[in-house]
């Protein structure tokens, strides 16, 4: 199913954190941008003149998972005229009650045009496009039913987007990019850092030069350090019940006041600050279920793991803003080599995809903080995914909230024992990241379809709603 390939020569630590909104990256954030990318073609093209409506054919996992990930709403409200880093997620359920009563769409925020979901938006539960589990199309029809243009893309993870039959991501930067250390797997990351006698930090430093300034890139990533704790501290304090009809209840709220009443309990019990990590990637997920803004590191589903350990260092390991910085451009750098050898898509590789990719890239980060070597940096990045390798995304009731929510929680325990792990040792172990990567695409091809983000195996089948 699978079959489809990117050319991802090169790419910056900017396109592994991107801002977008809840609950899924490759369900929610690449639909909505699939639909702004439409739009925008068909304004460029003077097309708009022409319309006198559109439809939207969501299929595979985008359909069988789509309710709840929001798929409709996203693909309606990015043709409305929104890219889902900057559209105003509280508006979102206004624009929806508008077009569902009055049964029209502002396109492209340009041109008011019919819109029934019913006849307008279809659901393809059984149909798949060849490349990829997760494709969308969009056509355009004048007032006699004619078609105007019809566009497919695939949401290939991590808000990624690729127009059907092109072979490059709307949100991929590395056209005519030319970094000064390029790599392509761990071992050649290791082979040039030991060649230059420098870290992977400063190799990636010396990267993203090729894409912006040394300032721009400090920015953007304090920016991303930034976004991640607000969404914490917003899920601390954001009370109630997630939306989509399992009635899970909020725990964080409840778990910081329990660890602000009992601080004392923390000199008895060395193992609270687990607690801490807890709370800080259910914070997250929590938001990230309820449709919040959060930073796709690399994806939402895995929203929680990489904030939660970057809030460790920073709580319990006196961080520093340099620090975090660091953080990020390494666990950037070990997710680019997830993205140009196997996927961060769960509907192509299953959940190892996903909380396993953040797991090693957080790994990889707070060991690099911590003063790990290179090689104990690679090692953590692989301890993190080998034991992850296998792990499926089987959501109940399609929603990004059991087990995903404490999925998460998990993952970023793992990566701070993974990196405990590698910094008690030298570096040296048998199995290499670029193996543990080739193992997890294997086994993400091997396995069963309706264990990747179909809500059709696992626990979504073996659960009973209530």
């Keep these: 199913m699978n079959n489809f390939k990117v050319d991802y020569s090169h790419l910056s630590v900017a396109d592994m954190f991107k801002i977008g909104v809840g609950p899924s990256s490759s369900h929610t954030v690449g639909p909505m941008l699939a639909g702004w990318m439409f739009g925008t073609y068909v304004i460029k093209e003077g097309l708009l003149s022409k319309t006198d409506y559109v439809q939207i054919d969501l299929y595979g996992s985008l359909a069988l998972t789509g309710k709840g990930h929001v798929t409709d709403v996203a693909s309606i409200v990015g043709v409305s005229g929104n890219r889902p880093d900057e559209v105003d997620s509280n508006k979102i359920p206004l624009l929806i009650d508008e077009m569902r009563s009055n049964k029209t769409i502002n396109f492209m925020n340009k041109k008011t045009i019919p819109f029934v979901e019913s006849t307008h938006l279809v659901w393809h539960f059984d149909e798949f496009l060849p490349a990829h589990p997760n494709g969308i199309r969009f056509t355009l029809f004048d007032s006699k039913g004619k078609m105007i243009v019809a566009k497919e893309y695939l949401s290939v993870g991590g808000g990624f987007v690729v127009e059907g039959g092109n072979t490059e991501a709307e949100?991929?930067?590395?056209?005519n990019i030319n970094p000064k250390y390029p790599y392509h797997s761990a071992k050649e990351l290791l082979k040039i850092c030991d060649k230059h006698k420098i870290s992977?930090?400063?190799?990636?430093?010396?990267?993203e030069l090729a894409w912006r300034s040394e300032k721009e890139t400090n920015e953007f990533l304090d920016y991303i350090c930034d976004t991640m704790f607000a969404c914490i501290d917003k899920g601390i304090k954001n009370t109630g019940v997630l939306p989509g009809g399992l009635g899970i209840k909020r725990r964080a709220p409840e778990l910081h006041d329990s660890l602000l009443k009992n601080s004392a309990i923390s000199h008895i019990d060395p193992l609270t600050v687990l607690d801490w990590v807890n709370l800080y990637a259910l914070a997250v997920?929590?938001?990230n279920a309820a449709c919040g803004k959060v930073v796709t590191a690399p994806t939402n589903g895995a929203a929680g793991v990489i904030p939660a350990v970057l809030k460790y260092y920073k709580v319990f390991c006196n961080g520093t803003k340099q620090g975090m910085r660091n953080f990020l451009l390494t666990a950037g750098s070990i997710g680019t080599l997830y993205k140009k050898r196997a996927s961060i898509s769960a509907a192509a590789v299953g959940c190892q995809g996903e909380v396993g990719v953040a797991c090693s890239m957080a790994a990889a980060?707070?060991?690099?903080?911590?003063?790990?070597?290179?090689?104990?940096?690679?090692?953590?990045?692989?301890i993190a995914m080998e034991h992850n390798l296998g792990l499926t995304c089987d959501p109940i009731g399609g929603l990004v909230q059991i087990?995903?929510?404490?999925?998460?929680?998990?993952?970023?325990?793992k990566a701070i024992n993974a990196?405990?792990?590698s910094l008690k040792s030298d570096g040296k172990h048998f199995v290499s990241l670029d193996d543990c990567i080739e193992t997890m695409r294997q086994t993400g091809a091997d396995m069963q379809d309706k264990y990747k983000e179909t809500s059709l195996g696992g626990l979504a089948v073996n659960t009973v709603e209530c």
């Design 171 to 175: 949100n991929i930067t590395d056209h």
């Design 200 to 207: 992977i930090v400063q190799l990636q430093k010396e990267n």
């Design 285 to 287: 997920n929590e938001e």
């Design 365 to 382: 980060g707070l060991t690099a903080v911590l003063g790990g070597t290179n090689m104990q940096i690679e090692n953590a990045a692989e």
């Design 403 to 413: 087990p995903c929510i404490e999925r998460n929680t998990m993952g970023a325990v």
């Design 419 to 421: 990196t405990r792990l």
